[in-house]
């Protein structure tokens, strides 16, 4: 499995943005995919975990009420939806998957989300 992020850009705060991460790869609808972000000086935090039948199992604190994922096993791509942006969700965004109840074991290339005040 590949992945490939895209979406990424610059929106003022209260906007959104749909990123998404695309595979290749015939097990890809098998993984379970993930949403992490880094911000410039600090460290790499999980935002979102997807299992490989669409459900959500993990949520960050931070980001409940606004950021939702969305997986399309036909077009083998994940999406994250991200409402009501604000300044501190400003961070390269990347896509993981890994086999169910397993690591990580691919990482996709990172996206630049940026949220103006």
């Known amino acids: 499995v590949q992945l490939q992020a895209s979406g990424g850009g610059l929106v003022q705060a209260g906007g959104s943005l749909r990123l998404s991460c695309a595979a290749s790869?015939?097990?890809?609808?098998?993984?379970?995919v993930g949403w992490f972000r880094q911000a410039p000086g600090k460290e790499r935090e999980a935002v979102v975990r997807?299992?490989?039948?669409?459900?959500?199992?993990y949520l960050a604190e931070s980001v409940k009420g606004r950021f939702t994922t969305i997986r399309d096993n036909a077009k083998n791509t994940v999406y994250l939806q991200m409402n009501s942006l604000r300044p501190e969700d400003t961070a390269v965004y990347y896509c993981?998957?890994?086999?169910?109840?397993?690591?990580?074991?691919?990482w996709g290339q990172g996206t630049q989300v940026t949220v103006s005040s």
């Open positions: 997807i299992n490989w039948s669409g459900i959500i199992t």
């Open positions: 790869g015939r097990t890809f609808s098998s993984y379970a």
């Open positions: 993981a998957a890994g086999p169910p109840g397993g690591q990580y074991d691919v």
